[in-house]
């Protein structure tokens, strides 16, 4: 099972930027993809990305200011955004090899120990 580690994470004010980088252990073939959970609340999708990096999904919350790209001589993924918000605050988790729909987290078979984000006002 691919073990995937990610940093990025920390305090950043609204309306700033956020870089979260993924690495896996060893090289996967598969779709890899960020979710978030915050205080009280469910685990979230973010975004995913297949293989080639041709083809991103956006969860709803995040679209057109989240991007999410790959590096797959690096077997890295990244989440990008240049226009956080408040409520983007959660600890982002890095996931790979969906086995099913992308926006359900319990059919991911890999995950990271996740990065706090915290965006202030």
């Known amino acids: 099972q691919v073990q995937l580690v990610e940093s990025g994470g920390g305090l950043v004010q609204a309306g700033g930027s956020l870089r979260l980088s993924c690495a896996a252990s060893v090289r996967t073939f598969n779709t890899m993809g960020w979710f978030r959970q915050a205080p009280g609340k469910e685990r979230e999708f973010v975004a995913a990305?297949?293989?080639?990096?041709?083809?991103?999904y956006y969860g709803d919350s995040v679209k057109d200011r989240f991007t999410i790209s790959r590096d797959s001589g690096k077997d890295t993924v990244y989440l990008q955004s240049n226009s956080v918000k408040p409520e983007d605050t959660a600890v982002y988790y890095c996931a790979a090899d969906p086995s099913g729909s992308y926006y359900q987290p319990s059919l991911w078979r890999s995950w990271g120990r996740g990065t706090q984000v915290t965006v202030s006002s």
């Open positions: 990305i297949n293989w080639g990096g041709t083809r991103t």
